[in-house]
């Protein structure tokens, strides 16, 4: 999918967030998330600050003048947990608001700006393109640690489709020990025939299932349902994700 294209994704997947943060009460913006040790209120902020910490990469493009993503990891728990403490109507609204600041930001980058090298807080490289990339994972996935009803069930199509195939090439090329447990693994979407052999040999154990399911296995977001493992034993669990971008 064009990066062009991905902006719209982002406004529809912040609103879809934005209206499952409103739907929700005092109580439930207290209670937990799906992330451990961290409530529904601090998956909502961090949806929210990581938006505006992109937005600092697009100005670095902008500019030509390094911005870092955040100014120190001090800095971004410090700010998470001070939004986590908001109603919902409020986390809801900042959610919208530092969302549209971020699509707004990128609708009006020069063209010339978007090749131009950034820096991930995780110390590697990408181009500013790849930014849009970075937040749809962010988007999507934070939604479902919500815990509030929204999952993987619900990704819309167009970002399973490359949230998958992207998963696949980056696990490939991430080097052998890093691999953990899917060391040695055949992958394999059945429905669109993608696969990714992670040092696999004939004979070798085999994972398959829909794109979707591989998607919410590989994200950490289900327990692996949907996806079968030969010969049948239990399903190796997958590294943190998401992984550095292949080829940056």
């Known amino acids: 999918m064009d990066w062009r294209e991905v902006i719209d994704e982002l406004d529809a997947g912040v609103e879809r967030v934005a209206g499952t943060l ?9 209670g ?31 500019t030509g003048e390094e911005i870092p993503q955040y100014p120190s990891l001090d800095a971004r728990n410090s700010a998470i947990e001070e939004g986590a403490g908001r109603g919902p109507g409020e986390l809801a609204e900042d959610v919208r608001a530092s969302g549209a600041r971020l ?14 090298h950034v820096r991930a807080f995780g110390g590697w490289e990408h181009p500013a393109w790849y930014t849009l990339y970075r937040r749809w994972n962010e988007v999507e996935a934070h939604h479902v640690d ?3 009803g929204y999952g993987p ?20 090329a991430l080097p052998g020990d890093e691999r953990g447990e899917l060391a040695g693994l055949r992958i394999t979407a059945t429905d669109s025939g993608e696969a990714a052999d992670l040092g696999w040999a004939p004979g070798g154990p085999e994972a398959s299932g829909s794109g979707r399911a591989l998607l919410g296995w590989l994200s950490g977001r289900t327990d692996g349902s949907g996806v079968s493992v030969r010969p049948d034993g239990r399903l190796p669990a997958p590294p943190p994700w998401p992984h550095r971008p292949a080829g940056f």
């Open 103 to 116: 699509t707004e930001q990128a609708r009006s980058l020069p063209e010339a700006a978007w090749d131009a």
């Open 32 to 62: 937990a998330s799906a992330l451990p040790g961290w409530t529904r209120g601090h998956v909502a902020a961090h949806i929210a600050r990581n938006a505006d910490s992109l937005w600092n990469l697009l100005e670095w493009a902008r």
């Open 22 to 30: 409103a739907d929700l009460d005092e109580q439930d913006v207290r």
């Open 146 to 148: 919500l815990a509030a």
């Open 153 to 172: 069930a619900d990704w819309p199509e167009p970002y399973v489709r490359w949230a998958l195939t992207s998963t696949l090439a980056d696990i490939a």
